[in-house]
């Protein structure tokens, strides 16, 4: 288990130099067709980013010499084997790296199994074998997800899944199995002549139905629960940390509060609010929405891969506040109705501000389907009729997370704080307790700002 105690402050003050940051040099994996293009990617889509504007002001006209001197960027892609890399590349990779940090994923739910498979299984069996052969590797720290877990109720352990195991008593998972029935939808579709638009929905539908029959609610989370599955069964003696987020929201305090890329779950429903395209929402107002900010993600992912470096075993975290400190969508919906008084949003420059009502919150689909159809023998109707569907596709697509009964255990992550805490560093403070977080005031005051700053 975890190393407590005199040794922690040492490995602690090994990444905690200068300024904050670890010394060495960051390899970043980036799709592109070759360095240069990888190179641009990271300048535009990366260090481009307002959330650099602090280092940008640290380092004034140094920046960039900074950037080029900390990233390194490699072009590859990790659902290839050695991600595509070069021979000469390789061999200096294997030599130089100490820890290893993989977030790669594609994150739509509904993805094609193929490609959801290609990158978040492959790719997890591509990371743990180039892991393998890195000589001084000291740490492979891989990001899943905490909703692995599916449909499952009650406390919900940070737990390995077995190879082969799955959410539905009675059926046994073989993922090479599943590699052979996507090759052979492929041949299948080939043969069909099927259009590309056919193919895609093939793919879709496919992911969806062997998500189901092994007990998943959808692509994403199951060929996750396979990519952890595959890292585990690789994984050797490596040092191995999985961190499992739930659903990750803006920066609470660092770099930058309210900072956020890319629109996901919870930030749709208030972005619809804000825009009033979305008046209700089918939640039961008392579901805990298991929510987590960004920089606590970030904070427990560096204390743990400092933590349990060159540790010969394989540790699990939840990421997540359900059961430490739950928010509920009642909660949000309150925190929002009060954020858009105070900030009525207006619809044009010179129009007037807009009062909005709070959102309706339904906890049966009897209840909304009336609501929703009074609003069809409205004049409205047309326009409720476009509200009404959007309303429906984002309760479809979040029904996972709004129906979600469990709470997430995070015991190890508590034993991770308090490790922490016993070794005096008080030069910088890794902040990874939900316990800390008002979520009224963060709702109020930092994300929902932060999305309609960084997101609408
Ligand atoms: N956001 C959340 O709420 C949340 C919650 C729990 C866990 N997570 C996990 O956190 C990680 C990051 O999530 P995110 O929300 O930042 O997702 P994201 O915005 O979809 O980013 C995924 C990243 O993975 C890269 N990627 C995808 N396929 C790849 C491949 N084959 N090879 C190399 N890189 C590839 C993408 O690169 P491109 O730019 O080239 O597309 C993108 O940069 C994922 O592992 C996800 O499962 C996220
Ligand atoms: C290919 O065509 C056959 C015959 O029409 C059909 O039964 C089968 O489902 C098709 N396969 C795919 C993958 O679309
Ligand atoms: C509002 O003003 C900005 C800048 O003056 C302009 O670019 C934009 O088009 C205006 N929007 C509307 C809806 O009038
Ligand atoms: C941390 O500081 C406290 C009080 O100053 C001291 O009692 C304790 O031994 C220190 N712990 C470590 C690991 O240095």
């Keep these: 288990m975890l190393q407590t105690g005199s040794q922690l402050p040492c490995v602690v003050q090994k990444i905690l130099v200068v300024d904050g940051w670890c010394t060495g040099v960051l390899f970043l994996l980036v799709r592109a067709t070759d360095v240069d293009s990888a190179k641009h990617r990271i ?16 380092h004034g006209e140094g920046f960039e010499d900074f950037i080029e001197a900390k990233l390194c960027p490699l072009a590859g892609d990790v659902m290839y084997e050695n991600f595509g890399l070069d021979k000469t590349k390789l061999e200096e990779l294997y030599k130089n790296i100490d820890i290893i940090v993989n977030t790669a994923a594609t994150t739509n739910f509904y993805e094609r199994y193929d490609v959801a498979f290609d990158t978040n299984v492959l790719g997890a069996k591509h990371i743990a074998e180039f892991a393998n052969k890195c000589t001084g590797l000291k740490m492979l720290l891989h990001v899943s997800t905490a909703f ?72 994403y989370t199951f060929t996750k629960a396979m990519g952890e599955m595959m890292l585990g069964h690789l994984r050797g003696d490596l040092p191995v940390v999985i961190i499992r987020p739930s659903i990750i929201t803006s920066l609470l305090k660092e770099p930058l509060p309210g900072w956020i890329e890319g629109i996901k779950t919870i930030d749709s429903v208030i972005l619809g609010y804000a825009k009033q395209a979305l008046k209700f929402f089918l939640v039961d107002p008392d579901t805990i929405m298991d929510v987590i900010p ?5 904070n427990t992912m560096m204390v743990a891969m400092v933590a349990h470096s060159g540790e010969q075993a394989q540790t699990i975290y939840h990421v997540t506040s359900s059961l430490r ?71 479809e697509l979040y029904a996972p997370y709004t129906l979600f009964k469990g709470r997430f255990d995070n015991m190890n992550l508590e034993r991770l704080r308090m490790a922490m805490e016993q070794t005096n560093n008080t030069e910088y403070y890794f902040d990874f307790d939900p316990m800390t977080i008002d979520w009224d005031d963060y709702f109020y005051r930092v994300h929902i700002p932060g999305v309609l700053k960084y997101l609408a």
């Design 43 to 58: 300048w535009t889509e990366v260090a481009g980013r307002q959330i650099f504007q602090v280092l940008k002001d640290k």
């Design 148 to 219: 692995l877990a599916g449909e499952q109720e009650g406390l919900i352990l940070e737990k390995a899944f077995l190879k082969g195991e799955t959410l539905r008593e009675g059926t046994h998972l073989y993922i090479e199995s599943e590699l052979n029935i996507i090759k052979d939808t492929r041949t299948e579709l080939r043969a069909n002549y099927s259009s590309e638009k056919a193919e895609r929905k093939t793919m879709k539908e496919l992911g969806l139905e062997r998500a189901r029959q092994f007990g998943w609610p959808n692509t």
């Design 294 to 298: 960004g920089d606590m993600v970030v």
């Design 325 to 395: 400190n739950p928010a509920s969508y009642a909660l949000l919906q309150e925190s929002a109705h009060r954020y858009f008084i105070d900030n009525p949003p207006r619809a044009g420059n010179n129009s007037e501000p807009i009062r909005l009502n709070k959102m309706r919150l339904f906890s049966t689909i009897l209840h909304m389907v009336n609501i929703a159809l009074c609003g069809a023998f409205s004049p409205y109707y047309n326009e409720l009729n476009g509200k009404y569907r959007l309303a429906m596709s984002l309760i």
